[in-house]
């Protein structure tokens, strides 16, 4: 079985995620969306994109926090031409993907040690999604260096990045 | 003839190109270039051409042109009106890049027709290899559906040289366990004349990097003449 069957999500590649989704749908709306949105660095040409996009495909339970669905909102600008048809080729996405939203309660994480002090130094976000992760006991992915620093490079926790160049132990090129 | 001013053969007047042009060509032409240069020159060092069989093309090694977004080629071709060797250098470039792609489709076709590969391909995919991997054969190669495509995505892999495959794709497990019996036929008559494409993809990268130096050396001087940049920190701040 796949290392990504089951993942939990951060908020960066679920957007780059719903981003390339959109763009397989409307190709010829690339450009509008990366006006706003730049992909992130290592979707550098198209060979990666369609590298994530496989990645993604083969997760069969991909889970999310309700912070997250929430920071996709404020953190990502859409073009107001193509609101609508960005958020409701995303619902279809999650509808299809059968995405897992899962509430993690600031008092759940307060009520958790060691969470608690991970809410103090990264934030309820991340610390919500470590909690999903680690209750699930599956992996976290996420593009975020800083806090995969922060977790200490953490079995938990894997980069994007890192998995797309084949970086993490058991595979190699 | 200095980089910002061109004359105009008719009038005889020098053009001259200021700060705000300058800007645009680092911002939508030379540091996005160089950004997808060196991703082509990665791949190329791995000798992955990113070739794909269903489309018949490079996926990620593309002519120059495509490197950039469409609303920024007027950009390019104002850029190149003042820097000729950098246009011959792309010219060069893309002439290089058709070579390796009609290679890539020469050694797929050989490949595709090859016995030896055929006979690997019905060796690895028997009932007790299948059974050795813990794997079918319709999970192993997803959509493609049909033996046929089974070989061509074969030779798709042994052209790009591809190394061991992350769990994420259904292949890794029977590409990872036989891909040392699959590019070994590389090596081997009669697809080893038919594999002609390490100097295309070595000369190609040569011009991949003589581009992208032409291209530093040409924002070093418009930097330092116009005080500008190579970056602007709200570009970073995107």
Same mark, same amino acid.
């Given at each position: 079985m796949s290392r990504y069957a089951k993942v939990v999500l951060d908020t960066g590649p679920l957007f780059s995620a719903l981003a390339l989704e959109f763009i397989k749908h409307f190709p010829a709306m690339r450009n509008l969306v990366t006006q706003k949105y730049k992909l992130p660095?290592?979707? /550098?040409d198209p060979t990666a994109e369609a590298a994530f996009v496989v990645l993604i495909s083969d997760i069969r339970q991909l889970m999310i926090t309700s912070h997250v669905v929430g920071e996709l909102r404020n953190r990502y600008r859409i073009p107001s031409e193509i609101h609508g048809e960005f958020w409701k080729c995303a619902m279809t996405f999650f509808a299809e993907k059968q995405v897992d939203e899962r509430l993690i309660t600031l008092l759940q994480m307060y009520n958790n040690e060691p969470m608690n002090a991970v809410v103090m130094v990264a934030g309820p976000i991340d610390a919500g999604l470590i909690t999903l992760a680690q209750s699930e006991r599956c992996i976290l992915l996420t593009d975020d260096h800083r806090l995969m620093a922060w977790m200490d490079r953490s079995p938990d926790i894997e980069l994007v990045q890192n998995v797309l160049e084949g970086q993490i132990p058991g595979h190699t090129h | 003839m200095s980089a910002r001013k061109r004359s105009t @053969? @008719?009038?005889k007047r020098t053009v001259r190109v200021g700060e705000r042009i300058v800007r645009a060509w680092f911002d939508t032409v030379i540091n996005p270039l160089l950004q997808k240069l060196k991703w082509e020159q990665t791949r190329l060092q791995a000798k992955?051409?990113?070739?794909r069989f269903q489309f018949k093309h490079l996926e990620s090694i593309q002519p120059v042109r495509n490197m950039?977004?469409?609303?920024m080629l007027d950009n390019l071709e104002q850029f190149l009106n003042f820097h000729p060797a950098i246009r011959e250098d792309i010219k060069f470039h893309d002439d290089q890049r058709t070579k390796l792609l009609v290679a890539c489709q020469n050694l797929q076709q050989h490949l595709e027709e090859s016995d030896d590969l055929r006979q690997l391909y019905s060796r690895f995919t028997s009932p007790d290899s299948l059974h050795e991997l813990g794997t079918r054969l319709e999970d192993i190669f /997803?959509?493609?559906?049909k033996p046929e495509e089974h070989i061509s995505l074969i030779a798709e892999y042994i052209v790009n040289n591809t190394g061991e495959l992350p @769990?994420?794709?259904?292949t890794a497990p029977f590409w990872n366990k036989y891909r040392q019996n699959f590019l070994s036929l590389l090596d081997t008559p009669p697809i080893n004349q038919h594999n002609r494409l390490t100097l295309p993809g070595e000369q190609l990268l040569k011009l991949s990097k003589r581009l992208a130096q032409l291209l530093r050396g040409s924002r070093e001087h418009l930097s330092i003449e116009y005080d500008?940049?190579?970056?602007t920190s709200s570009a970073i701040a995107e």
């Amino acid at each position: 079985m796949s290392r990504y069957a089951k993942v939990v999500l951060d908020t960066g590649p679920l957007f780059s995620a719903l981003a390339l989704e959109f763009i397989k749908h409307f190709p010829a709306m690339r450009n509008l969306v990366t006006q706003k949105y730049k992909l992130p660095s290592y979707l /550098g040409d198209p060979t990666a994109e369609a590298a994530f996009v496989v990645l993604i495909s083969d997760i069969r339970q991909l889970m999310i926090t309700s912070h997250v669905v929430g920071e996709l909102r404020n953190r990502y600008r859409i073009p107001s031409e193509i609101h609508g048809e960005f958020w409701k080729c995303a619902m279809t996405f999650f509808a299809e993907k059968q995405v897992d939203e899962r509430l993690i309660t600031l008092l759940q994480m307060y009520n958790n040690e060691p969470m608690n002090a991970v809410v103090m130094v990264a934030g309820p976000i991340d610390a919500g999604l470590i909690t999903l992760a680690q209750s699930e006991r599956c992996i976290l992915l996420t593009d975020d260096h800083r806090l995969m620093a922060w977790m200490d490079r953490s079995p938990d926790i894997e980069l994007v990045q890192n998995v797309l160049e084949g970086q993490i132990p058991g595979h190699t090129h | 003839m200095s980089a910002r001013k061109r004359s105009t @053969s @008719s009038r005889k007047r020098t053009v001259r190109v200021g700060e705000r042009i300058v800007r645009a060509w680092f911002d939508t032409v030379i540091n996005p270039l160089l950004q997808k240069l060196k991703w082509e020159q990665t791949r190329l060092q791995a000798k992955n051409w990113t070739w794909r069989f269903q489309f018949k093309h490079l996926e990620s090694i593309q002519p120059v042109r495509n490197m950039l977004p469409d609303q920024m080629l007027d950009n390019l071709e104002q850029f190149l009106n003042f820097h000729p060797a950098i246009r011959e250098d792309i010219k060069f470039h893309d002439d290089q890049r058709t070579k390796l792609l009609v290679a890539c489709q020469n050694l797929q076709q050989h490949l595709e027709e090859s016995d030896d590969l055929r006979q690997l391909y019905s060796r690895f995919t028997s009932p007790d290899s299948l059974h050795e991997l813990g794997t079918r054969l319709e999970d192993i190669f /997803g959509s493609y559906k049909k033996p046929e495509e089974h070989i061509s995505l074969i030779a798709e892999y042994i052209v790009n040289n591809t190394g061991e495959l992350p @769990s994420y794709y259904t292949t890794a497990p029977f590409w990872n366990k036989y891909r040392q019996n699959f590019l070994s036929l590389l090596d081997t008559p009669p697809i080893n004349q038919h594999n002609r494409l390490t100097l295309p993809g070595e000369q190609l990268l040569k011009l991949s990097k003589r581009l992208a130096q032409l291209l530093r050396g040409s924002r070093e001087h418009l930097s330092i003449e116009y005080d500008m940049p190579y970056v602007t920190s709200s570009a970073i701040a995107e």
